[in-house]
């Protein structure tokens, strides 16, 4: 009766993780160029002195759903939208990159780009632009700025965004909310593709369903109880036969 509960646990713990990452995709049907998690999950045999016939279930690599979300007009100079595989690229605190999907960029006091309160890199390194300047991007990510007081002749380039060109086989979900290179062995530094076109004045919202999520939380949930019923039945027989054993 033990190989019941074995596939009753396992599938029980499988449900929790299921639930959370359910739950974070929900968390974040609002969030700029999110991409829904998936989960995935296999049996593996529990390995031990006796026959191996009984299984655990085990997470599987995780993916994200690479959809792309909804391109919903701001008007706003300094929001952006990349194409399916396109990515913008920010500094992470280690000196490192991740990249991103979310293109509501803000500049701080200190006239540095951020997103997601990264640093947004450029070309040369993280983003800089004159303070109180009023902002453009191009639909090749150059940014041009124009002076407090300035004539209109006066724009002048400061960078240009650093746009990479990545599948999503080639990218991670991380748990920072940012994408990073998967494989080990590659590069952790992807470079610039001068060929993508972003669209100013957009931002492509959350490919998370919220009633898609709702609806496998419920799911979950139950699977969740039925799989501990099962767990409390199959005790409950074994207590029964340990009576019935003891008594004969």
Do not use: C
């Not at 099962?230 to 340990?242: G, H, L, Q, Y």
Request: hydrophobic share 40%; aromatic share 4%; proline share 7%.
């Amino acid at each position: 009766m033990d190989r019941a509960i074995y596939t009753a646990m396992g599938a029980a713990n499988a449900a929790l993780s299921r639930q959370a990452v359910t739950a974070n995709n929900l968390a974040n049907t609002s969030t700029n160029g999110f991409r829904a998690q998936i989960a995935a999950y296999r049996a593996i045999p529990v390995h031990g002195p006796s026959v191996e016939t009984r299984t655990m279930v085990a997470a599987s690599t995780p993916w994200s759903d690479d959809t792309m979300g909804a391109i919903n007009p701001t008007g706003r100079d300094l929001d952006v939208a990349l194409p399916q595989n396109g990515w913008l690229a920010v500094q992470l605190p280690d000196g490192s990159e991740g990249y991103t999907k979310d293109g509501n960029i803000e500049v701080d006091a200190e006239g540095t780009l951020r997103v997601r309160g990264m640093p947004l890199m450029g070309d040369g390194g993280v983003v800089t632009v004159p303070p109180q300047a009023k902002l453009t991007i191009a639909p090749d990510g150059t940014i041009t700025a124009l002076g407090a007081g300035d004539e209109p002749t006066a724009v002048a380039q400061v960078g240009r965004l650093k746009m990479v060109n990545a599948s999503p086989a080639l990218l991670k979900n991380g748990d920072d909310g940012l994408f990073h290179v998967a494989d080990p062995t590659t590069p952790a530094t992807l470079p610039a593709d001068a060929n993508l076109k972003l669209m100013p004045g957009m931002l492509e919202g959350s490919n998370a369903s919220p009633m898609k999520s709702m609806v496998e939380m419920i799911a979950t949930a139950r699977g969740f109880d039925m799989n501990m019923k099962v767990i409390t039945t199959v005790d409950d027989n074994e207590k029964s036969a340990n009576q019935l054993l003891s008594a004969g």
